[in-house]
């Protein structure tokens, strides 16, 4: 039989790596969903809503490289567009499945529900725009070329893309046939220019630091960085939201670097250096203390998925993956300086007994409940700023949404994790209620598809970053309604878990232990003091000036 035009574009995306698509269902979008369910290759994953579906996909590319999520006209893709907007934002190459009327309706610009009424059809497209890097109205004809198209743009820009099909072209032959395009490739004039741009800067230096970046761990290029520091022996440091990109379990690793907030001593160092090598790294205001990190630009090397830039000149057509593959053969290996213990850690935990939760015995624990290989997803607010601190084991992640950070996110995107994982490494989700309240009906989806995530929910009786923030941290808007958080997971499908409401250290240290050793998925709900923030979220109450100003 003739492959059809949605079952090509699926065919392509399981060529490159996807196996679940996340969506709510929909009218106009049932052929669309019709083909993921009958996929012999692909898993339709439904959510509670679009807005958690974007989020699981956002949280599913980030474990598996690339994601997918399908909505219906109209309603539902502007209710995934956030979740979209946050997968731009973060680089991470997920493609949005949006399914229209057919195309006799849009030609007599009927008034069709999920329509605003006025005749017109393109107009979402038109939204989506700004929050994808590239998109289509896919058609029999235009099919093949355009599926390449757009998965070489996603691809290369890291970014999501968006193809709509009308419900009637969707079931409809696909004519012709196209091939994919090429990755591209390095002008190796430029590499070889770069390579010796970076290599004299850094026969110059006594001092130099590496700042890798989370734009390399979205192009797979871990293992590249990797390699490159190997060869050249360069210590690195790390912001906050590229913790994770490389194994912070190795000498190389000289702490989180956080601007004048945190951790003087590696600050010192790395403004202090001769050289400092941005890779793939965003200097962004959470990535930069508030915007008090200050790297001098003519000592500064930065990196990028597509061309690097050296004291000032810039050096076009250079993929990342090419120079440090070029750098690592070419660079010599050095003894570079390094602070002496200047490697900051969580202080250990203390307390006991009938002592109650503060930040200071609370994160540290959460540290040691780490095991190698684990998938920490960490909500946006206090608890990301916390855990950043933490020394990650070998082969953990560390996930966050730093620089869009929309609340609600991390609960949806645990689920992504879970599904993208299968099974083989475990997911520990850290929210604060807050941001719970937002998407936790999503935990309803770890007990439907058998997943056993371990849960932490972090209550502080409100929004504990908005009071650290505004002006009046006992106003109103920061109070949220009282919620029964451990009996969710029952209510919500599922049975089995193992849940615990704990407000005592012994009662946390009991329901870790039993987490730890769980075979189903587990719930805690942590209960602390309104205000038991961990340091940087206090630096940053005292930091407002630099935080929101130019």
Same mark, same amino acid.
């Given at each position: 039989?003739?492959?059809?035009?949605? @079952?090509?574009?699926?065919?392509?995306?399981?060529?490159?790596?996807?196996?679940?698509?996340?969506?709510?269902?929909?009218?106009?979008?049932?052929?669309?969903?019709?083909?993921?369910?009958?996929?012999?290759?692909?898993?339709?994953? %439904?959510?509670?809503?679009?807005?958690?579906?974007?989020?699981?996909?956002?949280? =599913?590319?980030?474990?598996?490289?690339?994601?997918?999520?399908?909505?219906?006209?109209?309603?539902?893709?502007?209710?995934? !567009?956030?979740?979209?907007?946050?997968?731009?934002?973060?680089?991470?190459?997920?493609?949005?499945?949006?399914?229209?009327?057919?195309?006799?309706? @849009?030609?007599? $610009?009927?008034?069709?529900?999920?329509?605003?009424?006025?005749?017109?059809?393109?107009?979402?497209? #038109?939204?989506? +725009?700004?929050?994808?890097?590239?998109?289509?109205?896919?058609?029999?004809?235009?099919?093949?070329?355009?599926?390449?198209?757009? !998965?070489?743009?996603?691809?290369?820009?890291?970014?999501?893309?968006?193809?709509?099909?009308?419900?009637?072209?969707?079931?409809?032959?696909?004519?012709?046939?196209?091939?994919?395009?090429?990755?591209?490739?390095?002008?190796?004039?430029?590499?070889?220019?770069?390579?010796?741009?970076?290599?004299?800067?850094?026969?110059?230096?006594?001092?130099?630091?590496?700042?890798?970046?989370?734009?390399?761990?979205?192009?797979?290029?871990?293992?590249?960085?990797?390699?490159?520091?190997?060869?050249?022996?360069?210590?690195?440091?790390?912001?906050?939201?590229? #913790?994770?990109?490389?194994?912070?379990?190795?000498?190389?690793?000289?702490?989180?670097?956080?601007? #004048?907030?945190?951790?003087?001593? *590696?600050?010192?160092?790395?403004?202090?250096?001769?050289?400092?090598?941005?890779? +793939?790294?965003?200097?962004?205001?959470?990535?930069?203390?508030?915007?008090?990190?200050?790297?001098?630009?003519?000592?500064?090397?930065?990196?990028?998925?597509? $061309? *690097?830039?050296?004291?000032?000149?810039? =050096?076009?057509?250079?993929?990342?993956?090419?120079? &440090?593959?070029?750098?690592?053969?070419?660079?010599?290996?050095?003894?570079?300086?390094?602070?002496?213990?200047?490697?900051?850690? !969580?202080?250990?935990?203390?307390?006991?007994?009938?002592?109650?939760?503060?930040?200071?015995?609370?994160?540290?624990?959460?540290?040691?409940?780490?095991?190698? +290989?684990?998938? &920490?997803?960490?909500?946006?607010?206090?608890?990301?700023?916390?855990?950043?601190?933490?020394?990650?084991?070998?082969?953990?992640?560390?996930?966050?949404?730093?620089?869009? %950070?929309?609340?609600?996110?991390?609960?949806?995107?645990?689920?992504?994790?879970?599904?993208?994982?299968?099974?083989?490494?475990?997911?520990?989700?850290?929210?604060?209620?807050?941001?719970? @309240?937002?998407?936790?009906?999503?935990?309803?989806?770890?007990?439907?598809?058998?997943?056993?995530?371990?849960?932490?929910?972090?209550?502080?009786?409100?929004?504990? !970053?908005?009071?650290?923030?505004?002006? $009046?941290?006992?106003?109103?808007?920061?109070?949220?309604?009282?919620?029964?958080?451990?009996?969710?997971?029952?209510?919500?499908?599922?049975?089995?878990?193992?849940?615990?409401?704990?407000?005592?250290?012994?009662?946390?240290?009991?329901?870790?232990?039993?987490?730890? #050793?769980?075979?189903?998925?587990?719930?805690?709900?942590?209960?602390?003091?309104?205000?038991?923030?961990?340091?940087?979220?206090?630096?940053?109450?005292?930091?407002?000036?630099?935080?929101?100003?130019?």
């Amino acid at each position: 039989m003739s492959t059809t035009v949605v @079952q090509h574009v699926l065919n392509r995306l399981r060529d490159i790596g996807v196996r679940h698509v996340f969506g709510v269902p929909g009218d106009y979008a049932f052929p669309v969903d019709d083909a993921i369910a009958e996929h012999p290759d692909i898993q339709w994953v %439904g959510s509670c809503n679009e807005l958690n579906a974007a989020y699981s996909a956002d949280g =599913y590319a980030r474990v598996r490289g690339i994601g997918a999520v399908c909505t219906t006209y109209g309603v539902g893709e502007l209710s995934a !567009i956030n979740g979209i907007a946050g997968a731009y934002t973060e680089h991470l190459p997920v493609f949005h499945l949006v399914g229209m009327p057919k195309m006799p309706v @849009q030609a007599h $610009h009927s008034l069709v529900h999920h329509t605003l009424g006025n005749g017109e059809f393109d107009l979402f497209q #038109k939204l989506s +725009g700004a929050v994808v890097c590239a998109s289509a109205i896919m058609t029999p004809q235009n099919a093949a070329a355009e599926t390449e198209r757009l !998965i070489a743009a996603a691809l290369y820009h890291r970014r999501p893309v968006y193809m709509a099909f009308p419900a009637d072209l969707a079931e409809m032959p696909v004519v012709g046939t196209a091939q994919p395009i090429p990755a591209p490739a390095s002008d190796p004039a430029q590499v070889a220019a770069a390579v010796q741009a970076i290599g004299d800067m850094l026969g110059q230096a006594d001092s130099a630091c590496v700042l890798p970046g989370i734009l390399t761990a979205r192009s797979g290029l871990g293992p590249d960085l990797q390699r490159f520091l190997d060869a050249t022996g360069l210590p690195f440091a790390t912001m906050m939201a590229d #913790k994770g990109v490389l194994e912070e379990d190795q000498p190389a690793y000289v702490g989180m670097y956080d601007g #004048k907030l945190m951790n003087e001593g *590696v600050r010192r160092f790395v403004e202090g250096g001769d050289a400092v090598v941005l890779v +793939g790294a965003m200097m962004h205001d959470f990535n930069t203390g508030a915007f008090t990190a200050h790297l001098d630009p003519g000592r500064t090397i930065d990196i990028r998925h597509h $061309h *690097v830039s050296v004291d000032g000149m810039t =050096y076009q057509s250079v993929e990342m993956k090419d120079l &440090l593959t070029a750098l690592a053969r070419q660079l010599p290996r050095r003894q570079w300086p390094r602070p002496s213990a200047e490697v900051t850690r !969580i202080p250990p935990a203390g307390g006991t007994g009938d002592d109650t939760i503060t930040a200071e015995n609370l994160y540290p624990r959460w540290e040691d409940f780490l095991k190698d +290989g684990d998938i &920490l997803i960490a909500e946006t607010g206090t608890v990301s700023m916390g855990l950043a601190f933490a020394r990650l084991p070998h082969g953990a992640g560390f996930h966050n949404q730093s620089l869009w %950070g929309s609340i609600g996110w991390a609960t949806p995107a645990a689920v992504g994790a879970a599904v993208a994982a299968e099974d083989d490494r475990r997911v520990v989700l850290v929210t604060g209620e807050g941001s719970h @309240q937002l998407t936790a009906q999503e935990i309803s989806q770890f007990g439907r598809y058998g997943l056993r995530p371990v849960v932490f929910v972090l209550n502080n009786h409100g929004y504990l !970053i908005e009071r650290l923030l505004c002006k $009046h941290p006992d106003i109103a808007y920061n109070d949220l309604a009282n919620w029964r958080y451990s009996e969710l997971p029952k209510a919500l499908g599922c049975e089995d878990w193992f849940t615990a409401r704990v407000s005592t250290l012994a009662e946390l240290d009991r329901a870790m232990e039993t987490a730890a #050793k769980a075979g189903t998925g587990c719930y805690i709900e942590v209960m602390t003091d309104t205000y038991a923030a961990p340091p940087l979220a206090n630096q940053l109450h005292e930091s407002i000036d630099t935080l929101y100003s130019t």
